[in-house]
C-alpha cells in the first residue's frame, strides 16, 4: 500500500511519515500526474460554457493529489535528502515542468479562461473572484498561451531545461557543502569560545571525524571567521566557503548559470520582453529594472561610505596585531567582533547563553499570542526527521494550523533558512488548514544555543509562518505567501522588530541553566549595537543583488564570472568585502527563478517593514491590538488577493520612502 495515495487518518491530517518509504514518491507521482491531466483535460473539453466555477474553481481543485505529494516530497528533498531523492528530482523536473507546459498550452482550455476574461464584468464575480480570474489569465499569457508553434514548442523546451538546470545548480551546490570540511587540532582551536569548539566537535562526530571540524554550515563557519585566532585557518575556511560550485570538479556551476542566463533571456525574447528582468518584474512592486536600480543605488552610496570607514578602523586593528595589511575578507568578521567588543562591550560568548533556542521559542510564540492571540501546543510526531518538533496552533480554540520546526544542522539539509507549507490554506472544496515548516541550520548542542543573528534567523521564518498561518482566502492560488516576490519578505522581516522590543527580551533571554534574566546592562549594550557593522552587512547584500540585476539585464554574459567582477568595479567594491553569494553559489537566483532579477526584494521589503513597525511605535505600545488587527486583516491574513501595494497602503495610509530603512541600518548620516 503506497501511503502517499491513501486517505491520511493521522492527527490533523498530517502526512504518515512513518508509513512513507523513498520508493512510494515515484509511483505517487506517476498516479498523481495523471489524475491532475486527466481533471485537466476534462475541465478544457466541457461542452458547457464556461463559469468561473466549473473552470477557475475547477482548476483550484484539479491537482489535489499532486499537491499533497509534492508538498512532502519537495520539503522532504530539501531538508532531509539523499541520494534516492536527489535522482528523483532530477528525474522529476523535465516532468513537472512539460506538464505545467501542457497545462498552460492548452489551447481550448485557455479559450476559456480567455471567454471569462473578457466578459467578467458580467459574471458578477466577488472581488476575489475576479482578482484570481486575472492572476490566472496572467500565468497562462505569461507562460505562453499566446504563442502557438515552433515558438510554443521552443519556449516549452527553454522551461523543460532550465528546470532542469536549477536542480542540478542546487544539488551541486549541497554536495560542494557537504564533502569539503577542515579538521581542527588542539593549537587550531586558539580563540574559539567553548560554544565554538562544542559546535565543531558535533560536527566532526557526524563527519565521522575524532576531532573537530570545520564545515561549510553558516552557523558553523561564521563563528569560527569571527573568533579564530589562525588568520592561515581563517583563509582556509573562508576559500572553501567562497568558492563553492567553483572548484572545477564534478560540482562545478559557473557553465549552469551561464546557459541559465542565456536561456533566461531566450525566454523572455520569445514572450515579446526586451529582457529578462523586464520580464520578470512586470507583476512585481517594483515593475522595472530601473526602479530596482534606483532603490539600490540609494542604498549603496552610504553603506559603502560607511563601510569604507569602517575598513580603515579594522586595517589599523589588524597591523597593531602584528599582522601584514592590508584587511582581507577573512578578517573582517575577526576585527569586527574585537571591535564589537570594545565599543559596545558585547561578547557573543557571554551573550548565547540568555539566547537558547527554546528560550527563544518562547519568545516567538509570546510576541504572536500578544499580537493575534494564537497559542501554541507542542504535539509528537513521528515527523519526517527526529530533529522536527510541532505544534497545533490554535485561537479562541479553534485549530489554526500545524507548525513544524526543523532547526539544527545536518549533512542531508541545504543551506540557509526558509519557510514552506507542506499544505496551504484554502476554504474552496472544504476549510482546509495549513501545514507550515521553518527550517533553520542551527549548530546542534545541549542546549542549542543560538547567536542574535539565530535568533534574529528565527524570528524571521516564523513570520513568514505566519503569513500562511494567518492566510484567510477562499482560493488556494493567493493563500499565504502567494504575493509579489517583493512583498513576500514583508512580514519575515517585520516580525524581526519585536526581538529588538526591550520587554521580549526581559522575559525571554534567560540563562539556560540558571534561568537568570540577561543582565540589564547586557540588554541595553545588545539593543545599542543594532546597528553595528551595517556598512558591511549592506554592502554584501546590495552588491549581490547589483548583479543579479545586470544578469538579467540586456544581453546575457558570455561569462557570467567576467561580468560579476565588472559589475563590482563599476560600483566601487571594497576589496575587503565580497558579495553574499557569489554566482556559483547564488542558490537564491539560479536554483530556481524564484529571486532571479528578485534578490533586491529583501531590501524593498525592509522599506516597508521599517515604517510598518512604526505604525506600532507611533502608538506607544508594540503589540497594539488595533494595529496589529490592520496588519492581520489587510497584510497576513489577505494573501494575494489584492496589489500588494494596495494592500500596504490600506494598512499604513501611504508608500514609505527610503529613509525609513537607511535610518534602522543607521546610515541615515552617511547618506
Known amino acids: 500500500m503506497n501511503a502517499l495515495l491513501t486517505e491520511w487518518s493521522t492527527p490533523f491530517s498530517l502526512p504518515p511519515f512513518a508509513l512513507i518509504k523513498d520508493e512510494d514518491f515515484g509511483p505517487a507521482f506517476d498516479a498523481a500526474l495523471a489524475e491532475a491531466r486527466a481533471n485537466i483535460l476534462s475541465i478544457a473539453a466541457d461542452p458547457t460554457a464556461p463559469t468561473f466555477a466549473n473552470t477557475i474553481a475547477a482548476l483550484e481543485l484539479a491537482e489535489q ?20 531523492r536527489e535522482a528523483l528530482m532530477r528525474d522529476l523536473a523535465p516532468k513537472m515542468s512539460a506538464f505545467a507546459s501542457e497545462v498552460t498550452n492548452n489551447q481550448a482550455l485557455f479559450a476559456r479562461i480567455e471567454t471569462l476574461w473578457q466578459t ?14 486575472a492572476l490566472y489569465r496572467r ?190 575578507p577573512w578578517d573582517w568578521r575577526y576585527y569586527s567582533e574585537k571591535r564589537r567588543l570594545v565599543e559596545h562591550d558585547l561578547d557573543e560568548a557571554a551573550l548565547k547563553p540568555y539566547l537558547s533556542l527554546d528560550s527563544m521559542l518562547g519568545a516567538m510564540f509570546d510576541c504572536s499570542t500578544r499580537l493575534f492571540g494564537l ?85 524571521h521564518e516564523f513570520g513568514h509562518a505566519l503569513h500562511q498561518m494567518l492566510s484567510n482566502v477562499t482560493h488556494g492560488f493567493i493563500s499565504g505567501t502567494s504575493v509579489a516576490r517583493d512583498f513576500v519578505e514583508l512580514p519575515s522581516q517585520l516580525y524581526e522588530h519585536w526581538l529588538e522590543v526591550p520587554e521580549v527580551l526581559e522575559a525571554h533571554a534567560r540563562h539556560w541553566e540558571t534561568g537568570a ?60 568585502i565580497r558579495m553574499r553569494h557569489a554566482t556559483p553559489h547564488f542558490a537564491h537566483v539560479f536554483s530556481g527563478d524564484g529571486y532571479s532579477s528578485g534578490y533586491y526584494s529583501y531590501m524593498w521589503s525592509e522599506v516597508m517593514d521599517a515604517d510598518a513597525f512604526a505604525a506600532f511605535e507611533e502608538t506607544g505600545n508594540p503589540f497594539d491590538p488595533e494595529t496589529a488587527g490592520r496588519l492581520e486583516r489587510f497584510i497576513l491574513s489577505a494573501g494575494g488577493s489584492e496589489e500588494a501595494e494596495d494592500l500596504y497602503v490600506k494598512f499604513r495610509g501611504k508608500m514609505p520612502g527610503v529613509e525609513a530603512l537607511l535610518k534602522g541600518r543607521g546610515l541615515l548620516d552617511a547618506a
Open 120 to 133: 467578467r464584468e458580467t459574471l458578477d464575480l466577488t472581488a476575489e473572484e475576479q482578482r484570481v480570474l
Open 139 to 328: 500565468m497562462f499569457v505569461r507562460s505562453g498561451a499566446l504563442l502557438a508553434g515552433e515558438e510554443a514548442a521552443r519556449l516549452t523546451e527553454v522551461k523543460a531545461r532550465l528546470a532542469v538546470l536549477g536542480t542540478q545548480f542546487g544539488q551541486n551546490l549541497l554536495a560542494d557543502e557537504r564533502e569539503w570540511f577542515m579538521p581542527l587540532s588542539d593549537d587550531d582551536l586558539a580563540g574559539l569560545p567553548a560554544f565554538v569548539v562544542a559546535s565543531a566537535r558535533a560536527a566532526g562526530i557526524e563527519k565521522g571525524q575524532s576531532g573537530p571540524v570545520v564545515t561549510l554550515n553558516r552557523s558553523l563557519i561564521v563563528p569560527f571567521l569571527q573568533f579564530s585566532a589562525r588568520r592561515e585557518l581563517r583563509k582556509r575556511a573562508y576559500d572553501a566557503w567562497t568558492q563553492r560550485g567553483a572548484n572545477g570538479n564534478a560540482h562545478d556551476n559557473r557553465a549552469i548559470a551561464t546557459e541559465i542566463l542565456a536561456l533566461r533571456a531566450e525566454r523572455a525574447k520569445l514572450l515579446g520582453y526586451d529582457s529578462f528582468a523586464a520580464f520578470k518584474l512586470e507583476p512585481e512592486m517594483a515593475k522595472t529594472p530601473e526602479a530596482v536600480r534606483g532603490l539600490l543605488m540609494a542604498v549603496w552610496t552610504p553603506a559603502r561610505a560607511k563601510a569604507l570607514e569602517d575598513a580603515a578602523v579594522l586595517e589599523k586593528m589588524l597591523v597593531a596585531d602584528g599582522q601584514s595589511a592590508p584587511l582581507e
Open 375 to 459: 497559542e501554541f501546543r507542542e504535539i509528537d510526531g513521528p515527523f519526517y526527521h527526529p530533529d522536527v518538533r510541532g505544534w497545533e496552533v490554535t485561537r479562541d480554540g479553534q485549530h489554526v494550523a500545524v507548525f513544524l520546526g526543523d532547526y539544527f544542522a545536518r549533512s542531508s539539509k541545504r543551506s540557509g533558512a526558509w519557510c514552506s507549507a507542506m499544505r496551504s490554506q484554502r476554504k474552496l472544496g472544504g476549510d482546509v488548514r495549513p501545514i507550515v515548516v521553518n527550517v533553520c541550520n542551527f549548530a546542534k548542542g545541549e542546549p542549542s544555543l543560538l547567536s542574535y543573528d539565530d535568533a534574529r534567523t528565527l524570528f
Open 65 to 84: 493529489a499532486l499537491d499533497r505529494v509534492s508538498g512532502v516530497f519537495y520539503n522532504l528533498a530539501g531538508a532531509d535528502s539523499n541520494d534516492t
Open 517 to 576: 534574566p540577561m543582565p540589564k546592562e547586557m540588554l541595553q549594550r545588545l539593543l545599542a549595537a543594532g546597528t553595528y557593522d551595517q556598512g558591511f552587512a549592506t554592502v554584501e547584500f546590495v552588491a549581490s543583488a547589483m548583479v543579479d540585476l545586470e544578469f538579467h539585464v540586456g544581453t546575457p554574459p558570455a561569462d557570467p564570472m567576467q561580468k560579476q567582477a565588472e559589475v563590482l568595479e563599476d560600483m566601487g567594491m571594497p576589496r575587503a
